[in-house]
């Protein structure tokens, strides 16, 4: 089978490779006519490509398994849009041009955006097919969520920040996250032997760990049966595939890797007994006043795929946002205790270091990365989530204030991608000005 996998990985490399333009879509809106036409379906194959992301990110039930979470309770009104001339807010772009708030978003890939100071909303605009009712992927957005509802335990002494995954875990027993502490999980400071890449078709990462989070294309992976797979879900992955990288310590660098938000989620559902939908249902989105259900993608086994999977409205998501905001808090009850939040504004010259050592991200703006949040400015309580293809969360105590956008951005990665910073410098100069 392993053989097999990689001689098909080696003859459609070209095919796969993230954020390279569909050859079938490129030339046509997505899902057009019924049935679609050839040149414009979207597949499992193709829904990470341009122009074919713009329907997937909005449809992700579709080329994804998924499994619900249900809205609960009476939906919290967001009252708005009151501020319509946000949308004439002048940015400056970066090369010191000026260019209009919603004009910064349609010009980056942008499906929808939403501007949130207290609990009003000021101004909403969505683009293209794009609507306040339709859900879209939030991608690693949902480390954030993840990291949220794992405050919920730490606060109630379930477990220890400073412990081994695997003595929860003991199938982690003998894998490269046995030696670091569940903080520097939170941290994506584990020095792993394993390295998210999308250049190499040999890799682990493109020959099982992708496969088995069911949320990339390989052919014939998804019909392979659990009791002829080494590698089934992603949980056997984590456990069986990574170890520790001999030449790094724990904890002395900043190394972002999606299979440390898997850890999170294996220790959400092994510490609470709870399958992880139904416990972040229970304990935020039913605490939320959500207009909408949200669902989240699954991996192979069906395991929630915590690291990216999250899908919601775009009012939903600003909702979440809100209550980080506001240490918690949302529409008068405590959801997530407030000195969880607080710690992740809480940021040592360590994670500092850590920062600024990975030439990665040398050239954007982040101060640190802590507890799955990427951290702006600590001082200000400025911060996001933020997922790949331009999904971002971003909150600005200082300024009162929440905006959350969802794009179709052609390339994944955040770093040094302009479409990116092109939203991302529009969202902190407008928040700047919203600050009394």
């Known amino acids: 089978m392993r053989v097999l996998q990689t001689c098909l990985l080696a003859t459609i ?6 954020g390279a333009i569909s050859s079938e879509a490129s030339g046509n809106k997505p899902m057009q006519g019924v049935p679609p036409s050839r040149d414009s379906q979207v597949t499992m194959q193709n829904y990470r490509d341009y122009p074919a992301s713009r329907w997937a990110f909005r449809n992700a039930g579709a080329p994804l398994n998924v499994v619900m979470i249900p809205r609960q309770g009476e939906i919290v009104s967001l009252q708005g849009p009151t501020t319509p001339q946000l949308v004439q807010f002048k940015a400056t772009g970066p090369e010191g041009n000026q260019i209009e708030f919603d004009a910064a978003f349609a010009a980056s890939y942008a499906d929808g955006v939403g501007v949130v100071q207290g609990s009003r909303l000021l101004h909403e605009r969505y683009f293209g097919d794009f609507s306040a009712h339709a859900q879209h992927i939030w991608f690693s957005m949902s480390k954030s969520l993840a990291s949220a509802v794992f405050g ?19 199938e982690l027993l003998g894998s490269g996250f046995e030696r670091v502490t569940i903080q520097q999980v939170l941290d994506h400071a584990t020095s792993i032997d394993f390295h998210e890449t999308y250049t190499n078709p040999d890799s682990d990462f493109f020959r099982y760990y992708a496969p088995a989070l069911n949320m990339g294309w390989l052919p014939g992976s998804a019909d392979i049966q659990p009791q002829a797979a080494e590698i089934y879900g992603v949980h056997d992955f984590l456990g069986r595939f990574i170890k520790a990288d001999p030449k790094r310590s724990p904890g002395d660098n900043f190394d972002y890797n999606s299979s440390n938000a898997d850890v999170l989620g294996w220790l959400i559902a092994r510490i609470s007994g709870l399958p992880f939908q139904d416990y972040v249902q229970q304990n935020i989105w039913a605490k939320l006043g959500a207009e909408h259900d949200a669902y989240i993608a699954v991996d192979r086994a069906y395991v929630p795929a915590v690291t990216g999977g999250m899908n919601s409205t775009l009012r939903d998501a600003l909702r979440f946002g809100i209550m980080i905001k506001d240490r918690g808090v949302f529409n008068g009850q405590q959801v997530i205790p407030a000195s969880w939040i607080d710690k992740t504004l809480q940021v040592s010259e360590q994670l500092k270091t850590n920062m600024r050592n990975n030439n990665k991200y040398q050239a954007d703006p982040w101060q640190a990365y802590h507890n799955m949040w990427w951290i702006l400015d600590a001082d200000a309580g400025e911060y996001c989530a933020v997922g790949i293809h331009g999904q971002v969360i971003y909150i600005n105590r200082k300024a009162d204030t929440v905006m959350a956008w969802f794009s179709s951005q052609p390339g994944a990665s955040s770093a040094n991608n302009p479409d990116f910073r092109l939203k991302l410098d529009a969202a902190r100069q407008l928040a700047a000005s919203l600050i009394n």
Do not use: H
């Open 152 to 170: 919920l335990l730490v606060a109630a002494d379930k477990v220890d920040l400073q412990a081994s995954p695997a003595d929860y875990i003991p």
């Open 13 to 18: 490399w070209a095919l796969i490779s993230p």
